[in-house]
Antibody
Framework: EVQLVESGGGLVKPGGSLRLSCAAS????????MNWVRQAPGQGLEWVSS????????YYADSVKGRFTVSRDNARNSLFLQMNSLRAEDTAVYYC????????????WGRGTLVTVSS | EIVLTQSPVTLSLSPGERATLSCRAS??????LAWYQQKPGQAPRLLIY???NRAPGIPDRFSGSGSGTDFTLTISSLEPEDFAVYYC?????????FGGGTKVEIK
């Protein structure tokens, strides 16, 4: 069974840091591009970051560039998002999503982890 | 950045009716557009990719069409489980972007 399970969300103060993880199983992880997509409460979907299967290509939304860092560990079938200098507007459910090869559609989805940035 | 504009924002229909959702891009996408369905409290689900290809397991009442800047998602006959929010997404260029969504609600 294909699974993506996010963890690491929680409540953090503005300016703080958080590291999200996504554990993958049931598919050949290193053949999938991986992504983070977020959704603020009651709002639409926003793409955050993508990383290719071999980590050669990495992309960020302007809203997080310089503050967030995406990485992956193919030996552990895991995806990460290091989030620094967090702001209130980063409050959202963060989804881990998989894209086959370099077809940057979101074919596989986790259930999401909630990040709340508040003092 | 490519902007995707979805219309209408809300579509009120009855089960069995046909739903037609629109997604317009600020520049040509060729066919690099996907559609997703999201129900409350759930992650989105990929329905259509490359404008007209159904993802595995998606019922054939869902169809996608269009190219360039104008795209359509059609649900031929609404089932009760189809009432949800639908998003389009482009992969033509970075940054990847989503439309604002269309909510299909029960009339």
């Amino acid at each position: 069974e294909v699974q993506l399970v996010e963890s690491g969300g929680g409540l953090v103060k503005p300016g703080g840091s958080l590291r999200l993880s996504c554990a993958a199983s049931g598919f050949t992880f290193n053949t999938f591009g991986m992504n983070w997509v977020r959704q603020a409460p009651g709002q639409g979907l926003e793409w955050v970051s993508s990383i290719s299967g071999d980590s050669t290509y990495i992309y960020y939304a302007d809203s997080v560039k310089g503050r967030f860092t995406v990485s992956r560990d193919n030996a552990r079938n895991s995806l990460f998002l290091q989030m620094n200098s967090l702001r209130a507007e980063d409050t959202a459910v963060y989804y881990c999503a998989g894209s086959p090869g370099t077809y940057w559609y979101f074919d596989l989805w986790g259930r999401g982890t909630l990040v709340t940035v508040s003092s | 950045e490519i902007v995707l504009t979805q219309s209408p924002v809300t579509l009120s229909l009855s089960p069995g009716e046909r739903a037609t959702l629109s997604c317009r891009a600020s520049q040509s996408l060729s066919s690099y557009l996907a559609w997703y369905q999201q129900k409350p409290g759930q992650a989105p689900r990929l329905l259509i990719y490359d404008a007209s290809n159904r993802a595995p397991g998606i019922p054939d009442r869902f169809s996608g069409s269009g190219s360039g800047t104008d795209f359509t998602l059609t649900i031929s006959s609404l089932e009760p489980e189809d009432f949800a929010v639908y998003y389009c997404q482009q992969r033509r260029s970075w940054p990847l972007t989503f439309g604002g969504g269309t909510k299909v609600e029960i009339k």
